[in-house]
């Protein structure tokens, strides 16, 4: 492959003097030069220690011939906006950082790509710019934090906030140990949320190099991986092997069923798609659906199951639950280790990877099969379900695998608001009682940009008067982390008139997760027929939906035209 970088910068002399002035000589200016771009900052600990982390892949860079340089686009943590206004902008700064690592990569000539991050939208924002630009690139992530104690997480703060607002319930002391022990290191929050979900669903689609995907992130195993990942990279440029030649519709296919195996966050549903979208591909809520049927759930991973992220890695992690479903993947998908992924599994069990971390289970006294199922010994097929009604005629998401099934079919009253933060008062306030629905809306992509709903669905579940006996609704999304009978996504949104805009107080909702359904069946507690529920909602859309408050800048640009969720919520 011709070097991209030596050509283009041939067009204009300032360009080697540029760089030259910026410390660079006359043989770096002459070798491939490779863009390291991180999230690296002090806003979470996902992000902190990335710096380490491009270090490494800069070293291994210069190894092999070529010359790094490091670039910084610095992310936002969904756990430092919950309760407040800074939530709805999460999702939106996907787009964002997508934005930013496009402009560093298009503005120089670039011969390849390092891209490193740990969390719920850095991850798919980086995935979306290597499918953007296509040069060759690999991904490098963040790895997971380390267990709190009597392995908890950092979930913890669900009790411990609902606590805080309730009187007496809580002692002061408490609280200060939960915030000295609950994110007891860097990397990303050792349960299977959105954050480690994301990183498996990248080295699923063949973009890390194997075994990277929650590898613990205060580990030698993880430096060293970065560093491979630098010498790796100078292949990757003179094969000229791109993304668009690895994350194919096949290579998609494998990670959804792998998202399945695992039960990933539902968030997956709209970061996959978003990806794909970017290359030109189609990746339907339907597909989704079709491929939780078959695939069985393996992983025994908070919050669907017990264990965290770091005893996943030490079992075998991506690369354990590929080799347990080789017979339902495309084993001839090509990776960025330049090899197709069988061969790179064959490759683990020649090297002995798969053996060689089992002694860290041991010190939990778990074995690999405590963690990571045989299929044999599965009890269900897939996490995640798509259902549709006249709730939601184009589609919602829930993820059954952390939803107790007695409450997987269900039928109460709604209780409806228009902002999660007055369902999260009405929880604290003990105003919810149990058979309840809550539907929370103008929580969408076009409404408040599409918050998570995290500190609601913990308040349910840590009362327990209410856990296990209500339901919430929501065309808003969900931390990876919730668990209960939480259904989102709800397309149409209410901003654009969906029928969840009109539902009111004391309508009946059912669902039914094994049936794949969400309707309005009552009318203000009475039952009703599926004519009378459509002619009430459309009497009731005569009065149109809530106009959004007043906006500016990129918030504003995201909502007014952000595609819907089950388009992946980006950017058309």
Request: net charge negative; glycine share 10%.
């Amino acid at each position: 492959m011709e070097q991209r970088s030596k050509a283009e910068r041939l067009l204009w002399s300032q360009f080697d003097a540029l760089e030259m002035g910026s410390g660079w000589t006359e043989q770096d200016v002459a070798s491939p030069q490779i863009l390291v771009e991180d999230v690296y900052g002090d806003s979470h600990p996902g992000s902190v220690h990335l710096h380490q982390l491009s270090e490494q892949a800069k070293y291994g860079v210069l190894q092999s011939g070529g010359y790094p340089a490091e670039y910084h686009v610095t992310d936002i943590c969904d756990g430092c906006a919950q309760g407040h206004d800074g939530m709805n902008v999460i999702l939106a700064s996907r787009e964002a950082i997508a934005d930013m690592v496009e402009l560093h990569a298009s503005a120089v000539p670039w011969d390849g790509m390092i891209l490193s991050s740990s969390c719920d939208k850095s991850i798919p924002a980086h995935l979306k710019a290597a499918a953007r630009m296509d040069i060759p690139t690999i991904f490098v992530p963040g790895g997971s934090m380390r267990p709190g104690p009597h392995m908890t997480t950092s979930l913890a703060a669900g009790d411990i906030s609902l606590r805080q607002k309730r009187k007496d319930a809580i002692q002061p002391q408490e609280i200060r140990d939960y915030k000295l022990t609950g994110c007891p290191s860097v990397g990303a929050c050792t349960f299977l949320g959105t954050a480690s979900t994301m990183q498996c669903m990248a080295e699923a689609l063949g973009l890390t190099l194997p075994g990277a995907a929650l590898c613990p992130a205060t580990m030698r195993d993880i430096l060293e991986g970065a560093r491979s990942a630098g010498r790796q990279m100078m292949k990757l440029v003179a094969m000229g092997l791109t993304p668009s030649k690895i994350m194919t519709e096949a290579a998609f296919r494998n990670a959804i069923i792998v998202h399945s195996a695992i039960g990933g966050s539902t968030n997956a549903t709209l970061h996959l798609p978003s990806i794909a979208r970017e290359l030109g591909l189609q990746l339907p809520m339907e597909l989704f659906d079709e491929i939780n049927h078959q695939t069985p759930h393996l992983a025994n991973v908070y919050p669907s199951g017990q264990h965290l992220t770091e005893a996943f890695w030490f079992a075998g992690g991506v690369p354990m639950v590929e080799w347990m479903l080789r017979d339902m993947l495309d084993l001839d998908v090509m990776t960025v280790t330049g090899k197709r992924l069988g061969d790179n599994l064959e490759a683990l069990w020649q090297e002995h990877w798969f053996d060689r971390n089992l002694g860290y289970l041991d010190n939990y006294h778990l074995k690999r099969e405590d963690v990571i199922f045989p299929r044999e010994k599965a009890t269900e097929k897939g996490s995640v379900a798509i259902l549709k009604g006249n709730l939601a005629p184009e589609g919602s998401v829930v993820k059954y695998s952390a939803c107790v099934k007695e409450q997987r079919s269900c039928t109460g009253p709604a209780r409806v608001f228009d902002h999660e933060e007055n369902a999260y008062q009405a929880v604290v306030n003990r105003q919810i009682q149990p058979g309840d629905i809550l539907v929370i809306r103008y929580e969408g992509p076009r409404g408040c940009g599409m918050p998570e709903m995290l500190m609601t669905t913990e308040a349910i579940v840590c009362d327990e008067a209410l856990n296990g006996k209500v339901a919430l609704v929501t065309d808003g999304r969900f931390s990876g982390a919730t668990r209960g009978a939480a259904i989102g996504h709800v397309s149409p949104e209410a901003a654009v008139g969906g029928p969840i805009a009109f539902v009111e107080d004391g309508d009946l909702i059912a669902f039914d997760i094994e049936k794949r359904a969400l309707n309005i069946v009552g009318l203000h507690g009475k039952p009703a027929t599926p004519e009378e529920v459509e002619a009430a909602l459309k009497a009731r859309a005569q009065k149109g939906v809530k106009p959004p408050e007043p906006r500016r800048g990129f918030y504003k640009r995201y909502t007014q035209n952000a595609l819907s969720a089950m388009k992946g919520a980006g950017l058309d």
